[in-house]
């Protein structure tokens, strides 16, 4: 994820209303963050964490009053929103007024193709966005069972507070469930640190932190210390969603007790550094969903993060 950056800006947008913080940093470098927002700015990432209805997924994009809050990027002509299990800013957070202001999410319209008829745009939820002057916060488009009529889309807003991350020896996570069929009695999520023995070639394993029986908007949005990576060593952490009460510390566990698996190689790996903050959170349908049917595939529960700092 190219969301490591070691300096950040404020750049005005005025078509969108919104600033953004950008940045002209190296993955690799794990400076800490140096900030700057306006004086009566809220700080808010967006993530859209919903399936949609039968399993047909859905673009948004971010309005308070009429303004647009998230960007569109264009593709063949046609404009496109934050995609299922996406955020945006894919690398900040969007300062925007603080207070109680109205939002709304919107999937755009698509245009006609000599193939395809236009698809209007559909208003996906109308509410309020809720924010204090200088705090950070998380929010995610969550839904409805998707294969349930009518499905129904609100928002889960959570407070990111970086106050506990006294310790710049330690990497700080959280973990978020909006998965929203779980299990009455939630879902585990394991992180498993791989250690090598220094001038051999057996390593070690270990589960450094689990998060139990985390149900629908469930886990915690307080960030805790774990234990962060060597700045040398490149491998990840392996991060598995389990049945509640599977066995920890399993790097082999397997289906059905595993729901799903981050390997700590390939793409999409956490690596947690030394003074940096992450969120972990799982998103799509227990059993999967496509055209209305169970699916192996299709919106199977997955694992995603981002770094709040």
């Not at 994820?1 to 005005?12: D, E, G, Q, R, S």
């Not at 209303?17 to 400076?31: A, K, N, Q, R």
């Not at 129904?152 to 978020?176: E, G, L, M, P």
Request: hydrophobic share 35%; proline share 6%.
């Amino acid at each position: 994820m190219k969301n490591i950056f070691n300096t950040i800006k404020k750049a005005v947008l005025p078509l969108l209303g919104l600033t953004l913080l950008t940045s002209c940093g190296d993955e690799h470098d794990f400076t800490p963050y140096s900030t700057g927002v306006p004086e009566n700015a809220a700080n808010v990432k967006f993530i859209h964490g919903a399936v949609g209805a039968n399993g047909t997924n859905f673009q948004v994009n971010y309005f308070i009053e009429s303004e647009k809050i998230s960007s569109v990027g264009v593709t063949v002509g046609n404009p496109l929103g934050t995609s299922y299990s996406a955020y945006y800013p894919g690398s900040f957070y969007g300062a925007i007024k603080s207070g109680d202001q109205p939002l709304s999410i919107i999937s755009p319209k698509i245009s006609a193709t000599t193939t395809v008829a236009e698809i209007p745009a559909v208003e996906r939820f109308v509410g309020r966005l809720i924010t204090e002057k200088g705090k950070y916060y998380s929010n995610f488009l969550v839904g409805s069972l998707p294969n349930v009529s009518p499905v129904t889309f609100s928002t889960y807003q959570i407070n990111d507070d970086f106050s506990v991350a006294t310790d710049k020896t330690k990497a700080y996570i959280r973990f978020i469930n909006v998965i929203s069929n779980t299990p009455a009695t939630g879902y585990d999520l394991g992180i498993i640190k791989t250690t090598s023995i220094s001038g051999a070639a057996t390593t070690v394993t270990k589960e450094i932190q689990t998060y139990k029986n985390s149900t629908f908007k469930g886990g915690s949005e307080v960030f805790i210390p774990i234990e962060a990576q060597d700045p040398i060593d490149a491998r990840g952490y392996q991060i598995q969603l389990r049945v509640a009460g599977s066995a920890t510390n399993s790097p082999t566990l397997a289906a059905p007790a595993l729901i799903r698996n981050q390997p700590n190689s390939g793409t999409g790996v956490f690596v947690p550094r030394a003074g940096r903050i992450y969120t972990i959170y799982c998103v799509g349908f227990a059993g999967g969903l496509s055209l209305g049917l169970p699916s192996t595939t299709v919106n199977a529960p997955f694992i995603s993060w981002y770094t709040n700092k």
